[in-house]
């Protein structure tokens, strides 16, 4: 059984192993550094041989016979010594360098064995002098601990709560007649940065307005984003008719019918069509959804959407049908209750309006929608005071009843 320190909190012979190793790393330098010392001395005494300086015409005397026979074996000893030596400075250095840096074992090895055979003496200080640094230098937390993040979702429910900046103010300066044109075309060129849908219904207006310079930049900013989703539309029609490339089938051909769907909901939804062209376009956007819900009858997104068309027409059975369809596949009810209520209101079911708006959490509604419910719920709680007003209070049974 091993004793823990409680002070340090490490095993004691995990310490008495790090100080033997570091002892033996210690020795493995001293002898690399003897032997690198032994090859110096040796070095020293080889024989001088002038057969170079003669060869190159130099009048020396005659060189001697064993020279180069003892100056080559003398070589090659001191280059086996500064092998060995290089060799146990290579181990002595990777036993003490960090253990992040000791793997793959054979690369720092290999290394440091070609720096100190290459640099006999200096390989080794500036070894250590790397050393002496790292340990001078403060500490980086380099190995933290990776987490896993994902992409945070579109939702779509505060998608109401976004600031736009100064879009209330633009749209008064937008419609005081009485500014100047250049401050009102300023005006009208920020709002291209607010979303269609917002300030569609103004730019509609804006489209009987006296200036030609007004009506113009708000007939071009209305057509601009219809020609986008028209040339969407145009894109995805030719995948179902094959014209240029082969005609969609099975899970593309229900791609395309869904994107044309959402696509002719999003002209209406941006109140970029009106009259019959408004009327053609919910008429489209219902029939490739029905096209795709036959391929895939658990799309409740496009449910929703047919429901919403329905809505529209003033089809009240029909869209309490469908989307009822969507929260049945899978979309979330919250969501559905204020597309719900508005059926019952055209109903004239105000009952069943107040019971619907009252399931909607009213701190995370959306803005547009914060007043209705204020409305409903103020109404609501003004008849509960009027009905426990009206009501008797109730006695409490007595024994004598009991």
């Known amino acids: ?30 002898v690399g550094v003897a032997l690198q010392i032994v090859a110096a001395v040796d070095a020293a005494r080889s024989i001088s041989d002038p057969s170079a300086q003669q060869v190159a015409g ?15 074996a003398l070589l090659l000893s001191c280059l086996a010594l500064q092998a060995v030596g290089a060799l146990c400075i290579a181990l002595g250095s990777v036993r003490l360098l ?24 200096g390989g080794l200080l500036c070894t250590l002098g790397a050393f002496a640094l790292a340990a001078a230098l403060p500490r980086t937390e380099r190995n933290r601990p990776i987490d896993l993040i994902y992409e945070p979702e579109f939702v779509a429910n505060l998608m109401g709560t976004v600031s736009y900046g100064r879009g209330a103010r633009l749209k008064a300066e937008l419609q005081n007649a009485e500014a100047s044109t250049s401050f009102r075309m300023t005006a009208l060129l920020a709002m291209q940065s607010m979303p269609v849908r917002t ?12 200036l ?5 930049l708000a007939y071009g900013i209305l ?7 028209t040339q969407r539309i145009l894109a995805e029609r030719a995948k179902l008719d094959g014209k240029g490339q082969p005609a969609a089938v099975g899970d ?15 002209l209406i939804y941006e109140n970029l069509v009106t009259g019959d062209v408004y009327r053609n376009a919910a ?26 068309l329905a809505l529209d027409a003033q089809d009240c059975d029909a869209a309490q049908a469908l989307l009822q369809r969507a929260i049945d596949r899978g979309f979330p009810r919250e969501r559905m209750l204020p597309y719900l209520a508005e059926t019952a209101y055209v109903r004239r079911d105000f009952a069943r309006v107040r019971q619907l708006l009252a399931q909607i959490d009213a701190r995370s509604a959306l803005p547009t929608l914060q007043p209705v419910l204020a409305y409903w719920h103020a109404g609501a709680d003004t008849r509960a005071a009027a009905a426990s007003a009206a009501t008797p209070p109730t006695t409490a049974p007595t024994a004598s009843s009991t």
């Open 98 to 121: 960090p253990p992040r840096y000791r793997h793959p074992r054979h690369s720092p090895l290999a290394y440091l064995w070609l720096f100190s055979f290459a640099l006999p003496f």
């Open 212 to 216: 030609d310079d007004i009506r113009l």
């Open 223 to 229: 057509d601009s984003r219809e020609k986008q989703l």
């Open 199 to 210: 300030v569609s219904p103004l730019l509609q207006s804006m489209l009987a307005d006296p």
């Open 1 to 30: 059984m091993s004793v823990s320190d409680p002070d340090s909190g490490r095993d004691p012979r995990h310490a008495r192993g790090s100080a033997g190793g570091a002892a033996l790393a210690t020795l493995a330098l001293v």
């Open 58 to 72: 130099l009048a020396l005397p005659a060189p001697d016979a064993l020279a180069a026979p003892t100056n080559t």
């Open 283 to 308: 008429e489209q956007a219902d029939a490739y959804a029905r096209a795709a819900l036959e391929a895939d009858p658990d799309d409740a997104a496009l449910w929703r959407l047919r429901g919403r």
């Open 252 to 266: 593309a051909w229900r791609l395309a019918n869904k994107t044309l769907a959402e696509l002719y909901g999003e």
